[in-house]
């Protein structure tokens, strides 16, 4: 299962929004985030070396403690790391559990471990990584938006001439507006950090 990629990503509402939605009991944003992070959710048990059945149990429990903690949840909450830390959590409680129901011979799974650990936490930054990305797209304003997406997540990859038919803009004003985007987006994404 792969994780979304950025231009997966600017397809969704803002977790902000997301939220908002999920508490008036909008179906269609119950949905969007199920497509949003179910992946991600589900990814998490696999990465231990769970099975299938127990990733998809995992993954229902943690979207029914959400549903259980939405009116809870701060209005600005990171949605994606809040579900995967619950994932995470009841998959380490399942580990334990089928530990001391089976015990494990010594070194069938301490050398393999850390290694799952590693490619979860690797997943899980580049999962943190597009989601900033993705807020600060949000934060600069549509035309930017569009611009930059069209320019870097296209996997057409089309050229100035096409980006420039596609927004309705002056070939030769697309370097420049870039040029603002992008510098735009930094001073954004620094200001997130802060």
Not at 67 to 96: F, I, K, N, Y
Not at 98 to 113: A, H, I, Y
Request: glycine residues 4%.
């Amino acid at each position: 299962m792969q994780l979304p990629t950025l231009r997966d990503m600017t397809m969704y509402r803002s977790d902000e929004q997301l939220l908002r939605a999920c508490r008036q009991g909008d179906d269609s944003a119950w949905e969007e985030l199920l497509d949003k992070y179910e992946r991600l959710v589900f990814s998490i048990p696999l990465n231990y070396g769970l099975s299938h059945e127990d990733a998809a149990d995992i993954t229902q429990l943690t979207f029914t403690i959400f549903l259980q903690s939405v009116a809870e949840l701060r209005p600005d909450s990171r949605l994606g790391p809040w579900l995967a830390t619950v994932a995470r959590r009841h998959t380490w409680r399942l580990l334990a559990r089928n530990r001391r129901e089976s015990p494990v011979q010594e070194g069938d799974l301490s050398e393999v471990l850390p290694l799952i650990d590693q490619s979860n936490r690797r997943r899980q930054e580049r999962w943190e990584l597009l989601e900033w990305l993705h807020h600060g797209l949000n934060l600069i304003g549509a035309r930017c938006r569009k611009l930059l997406t069209a320019l870097y997540f296209d996997p057409q990859e089309p050229s100035y001439t096409d980006v420039a038919q596609q927004l309705e803009m002056p070939v030769g004003s697309i370097g420049p507006t870039r040029a603002r985007c992008l510098k735009r987006l930094r001073d954004v994404l620094r200001e997130v950090l802060d």
